[in-house]
């Protein structure tokens, strides 16, 4: 089945300063999905991106899918405190019903 | 805001034991979920259920495991016989639909099945 692999697997950053994870995949994807999951919590969608070169934003966060749709990237600007968690991307396939989640981004924000 | 329930939050049991695991999922919704996360690891998919019968699972759900939704509102998992591989952290999680906007899976807070 389709994979991705994510990088990089952790991030510390100051908190103010931007912080971007890339999500990459061998094959054209149909969607890319991402998620948050807060230490000790459980993924929680954020978006959804299906068009080649789409961007979304929500606030401070950025969401790229790229031309090719064989990578993705999620950008937050001026990270906070309240940024930190693991940052997931993922695939819905299987008839759209199966989630295939990558292998994370854990980001800390060092107040 | 409507959300998944999970029950226990927290489960231990001894090796070859059977264990149930609940869920409530979000009262529309049509599409039931159940994932897990090895300590330290990524999400992994099992299986998916949909008008009573499971649509999609993967290699790891094998006879041991079992789905079911008894009644209108709760949607179990069933493990046969424990191993220690199974301790996990399990998610359950319900859609309202498969595709477009739809699509987006709700997850529970998670029961922790621990295996000694």
């Known amino acids: 089945g389709q994979q991705v692999m994510q990088i990089p697997q952790y991030q510390h950053v100051q908190e103010g300063e931007d912080f971007t994870t890339y999500c990459n995949s061998s094959?054209?994807?149909?969607?890319i999905q991402w998620y948050k999951q807060r230490p000790g919590g459980h993924p929680v969608f954020l978006i959804q991106l299906v068009k080649s070169g789409e961007v979304k934003k929500q606030k401070r966060l950025t969401f790229q899918f790229g031309e090719a749709k064989k990578n993705s990237s999620l950008h937050i600007t001026a990270t906070q405190t309240t940024d930190v968690g693991t940052y997931f991307c993922?695939?819905?396939?299987?008839?759209?019903?199966?989630?295939?989640f990558g292998t994370g981004t854990k980001l800390q924000v060092i107040p | 805001e409507p959300e998944v329930t999970q029950t226990p939050s927290h489960q231990v049991t001894q090796m070859g034991q059977e264990v149930i695991l609940r869920c409530v999922p979000i009262s529309n919704h049509l599409y039931f979920y159940w994932y897990r996360q090895i300590l330290g690891q990524k999400v992994e998919f099992l299986v998916s259920f949909y008008n009573n019968e499971i649509s999609e699972k993967s290699e790891i759900f094998d006879d041991q495991f079992s789905v079911e939704r008894p009644d209108g509102s709760n949607f179990t998992l069933k493990i046969r016989s424990t191993k220690l591989e199974d301790s996990a952290m399990y998610f359950c999680?319900?859609?309202?639909?498969?595709?477009?906007?739809?699509?987006?899976?709700?997850f529970g807070p998670g029961t922790r099945l621990t295996v000694l």
């Open positions: 094959t054209t994807l149909s969607n």
């Open positions: 993922a695939i819905l396939s299987g008839g759209y019903q199966k989630v295939t």
């Open positions: 999680a319900s859609s309202f639909g498969r595709t477009g906007r739809y699509n987006e899976q709700f």
